[in-house]
């Protein structure tokens, strides 16, 4: 049983959710009213996943989340709405920590409930089997526990990207123009952060992501990206020519593809197709840009999220001579996607997050 805490201050939303986790049959429930109600849970049920609104009295969820990553980590999926403010709210929340969130419908969530509850059944049964980092506000936990202000972790808990960059051998660089082709999903907007802030602004070759994400929230998170990047970042909802030095962010609720003009390379936002479960589909992204550059000047980056999306391009892609790298399972905090490209053989290197960066500078003139 997975023990869930639903914390909403909506009597009618916590009655909702709790009839449909219910019916699952593997959960066993607590409920919540508000951030504070939130806390005393976390402490006295210790529960394996939290449900969390960004909406409440008394502590928002913002604060709340804040709070129970130093106090008590776990798991969280955060229920937002999909406003772009909400969107705005979300991304900051997987920053402190959640691993995943669910949108809301727009209107009264009872009037889609047959729609919505099976994505965030989904969602909380996924967030029962990810990991949360183990140098998530490391010495702020530290710090709580031993209570005082000043407190320095043990060696063996230092955060990963901490103890530097791995040593690489030198090899040789791929020539011509090329493509960097990114999927991710479940905890993708920290890890994309880990890995683009390290690049410099001159990097050689464009950057295309495939993020998990609903069309209101790949804009601001392309933002976030630009905002805290040497590397530009943009947002794909028409086609735009490929540059180097930029990051290509695939618009949410469709497909990010690579085509190519009498200008040269272009990025284009295609309709979903229902062939691919996911979207942006990594898949496609990478099979689109296996139609117009050889695979030898091709880099794929699989990174953490649930299900196989880009395992299988990815691996095709190896098979052929690309290039392609796969997050460690130590620091993915679903290592569903990455994992099943190394099962399948078709990672080419298996690198821990802090490390992706380094390698792909290494890789790529």
């Not at 402190?96 to 047959?114: E, I, Q």
């Amino acid at each position: 049983m997975i023990k869930l805490l639903v914390v909403d201050d909506s009597a009618l939303l916590r009655k909702l959710l709790g009839e449909v986790f219910t019916q699952a049959g593997d959960f066993e429930l607590r409920f919540a009213r508000d951030g504070l109600e939130a806390l005393e849970q976390n402490r006295a049920f210790a529960p394996d996943v939290i449900t969390l609104d960004l909406n409440m009295p008394r502590l928002d969820g913002l604060a709340c989340l804040d709070q129970l990553m130093v106090e008590r980590p776990c798991p969280v999926v955060m229920v937002s709405s999909h406003t772009e403010a909400g969107a705005e709210a979300t991304l900051k929340g997987l920053q402190l920590g959640a691993v995943d969130f669910v949108p809301k419908p727009a209107g009264a969530v009872s009037l889609h409930l047959r729609e919505w509850a099976p994505a965030l059944v989904e969602a909380v049964r996924g967030a029962a089997r990810a990991r949360v980092r183990p140098s998530l506000r490391l010495r702020e936990r530290v710090r709580h526990r031993i209570g005082r202000a000043a407190a320095s972790p043990r060696p063996d808990l230092v955060p990963a990207a901490a103890t530097g960059a791995a040593h690489f051998p030198s090899e040789a660089p791929l020539p011509g123009e090329g493509l960097v082709l990114v999927g991710t999903s479940t905890g993708g907007p920290p890890a994309l952060e880990a890995l683009l802030v390290p690049l410099p602004a001159d990097f050689p070759w464009p950057i295309l992501v495939a993020q998990h994400m609903p069309g209101s929230f790949t804009g601001p998170l392309a933002r976030r990206l630009d905002a805290l990047c040497a590397l530009t970042v943009v947002e794909v909802r028409r086609p735009v020519p490929l540059q180097p030095g930029t990051v290509y962010i695939g618009a949410g609720d469709a497909d990010l593809i690579v085509s190519r003009r009498a200008g040269g390379l272009v990025a284009m936002a295609a309709p979903a197709q229902a062939t691919y479960l996911w979207h942006p589909s990594t898949d496609r992204l990478v099979r689109s840009a296996l139609e117009h550059l050889p695979p030898r000047q091709l880099v794929g980056v699989l990174m953490t999220g649930m299900g196989n999306d880009g395992a299988q391009a990815m691996a095709t892609l190896r098979a052929q001579g690309g290039h392609t790298i796969a997050e460690a399972e130590e620091t993915a905090i679903v290592w569903g996607m990455p994992g099943e490209l190394v099962k399948a053989g078709g990672a080419e290197f298996v690198e821990p997050l802090p490390d992706i960066a380094a390698r792909l500078e290494k890789m790529v003139p």
